[in-house]
């Protein structure tokens, strides 16, 4: 069977795109690049790609990553500016014996040498966020963001995970979170699944939670419990130590095609492939903390989609 789950509502169109892919018989690689790089070239969605918005000093730079479940290899660029792609980029680098990982100047050196598109990923609408944001006393960065972040399976059993994120708006020169992180943004293995997380970096990064999750699966718990235990574990450890556990969302999926959500904020959304394209769901906790998915309508959607 195939499969593909992804963060946030604004990778629907993605989802579609990825699904076509795989009943054609594409790989899991190219589906999960037209899902992450659906959203990183549409302007509307504010955290990822054009559009994404600036740091401190007024620039966009963007992190991303992709992992093969097959064979674990890897790449990733962090702090990369003025690239259309950054998980094409990624991608471009997991087949390297060394140098899987490279940042701000080298990256962009590197992918304009292998051809890659330069643009300038600063929009006339974030410029204006950026003005208005530095008129604010006093200065701080903004902590909402939502990565993109997905999982596919494809007919032949490989999986794979990528990210796409600008980060925090406002957020230091050169700052980093957990997107491009193996094992804190994302994870996968093809014997056992896929996990990838969104929220609050600096915090995600603290637990490896996408590692963890896979590694619950991997001693067999499901998907959905692995992803429930992964988040509760995690910020009960934070807890112990008086740290409040800000933003942690997270997305699963099992080698079956089962998939699972969790997280610690309201209305949290992830889009899965089904028979007919796409699905969006809210998540939401019963008393007992317990998932419980709930499709979106037009109306939730338009609603979410303005307040991009």
């Known amino acids: 069977m195939t499969r593909c789950i992804a963060t946030w509502l604004m990778a629907e169109n993605g989802i579609k795109k990825a699904k076509d892919l795989l009943d054609e018989g594409k790989d899991s690689a190219k589906a999960l690049l037209a899902i992450i790089q659906d959203v990183e070239s549409d302007e ?67 992918a304009l040498k292998k051809g890659f598109k330069e643009v300038d990923n600063l929009t006339k609408k974030a410029k204006e966020r950026y003005l208005k944001k530095c008129q604010e006393d006093p200065l701080k960065a903004y902590d909402g963001h939502d990565t993109i972040g997905a999982i596919v399976i494809d007919e032949d059993g490989h999986m794979v995970a990528g990210t796409s994120t600008s980060g925090l708006f406002y957020k230091d020169d050169g700052r980093v979170g957990d997107s491009p992180l193996i094992g804190s943004g994302l994870y ?70 089962t998939f699972a959500a969790y997280s610690n904020i309201p209305n949290f959304t992830f889009c899965i492939d089904d028979e007919k394209g796409a699905k969006v769901y809210r998540l939401e906790l019963d008393q007992n903390g317990d998932q419980v998915y709930i499709e979106v309508d037009d109306a939730f959607k338009s609603d979410w989609l303005s307040k991009e």
């Open 44 to 110: 509307r969605f504010v955290s990822v790609g054009r559009g994404g918005l600036p740091n401190r000093e007024g620039k966009v730079q963007l992190d991303g990553a992709f992992m093969d479940g097959d064979d674990l290899k890897f790449g990733a660029v962090m702090a990369i500016e003025d690239i259309a792609s950054p998980i094409e980029v990624a991608y471009s680098l997991k087949d390297r014996d060394a140098n899987n990982i490279l940042v701000a100047k080298g990256a962009k050196s590197y």
């Open 188 to 257: 996968v293995d093809s014997e056992v699944g896929g996990a990838t997380a969104t929220g609050m970096g600096e915090d995600i990064a603290k637990g490896c939670v996408s590692f963890k999750i896979v590694d619950l699966m991997r001693n067999g718990k499901s998907v959905k419990e692995a992803t429930k235990i992964a988040v509760l574990d995690f910020i009960a450890r934070l807890k112990r130590s008086d740290i409040e556990a800000r933003d942690i969302s997270v997305v699963a999926l099992a080698k079956d095609g």
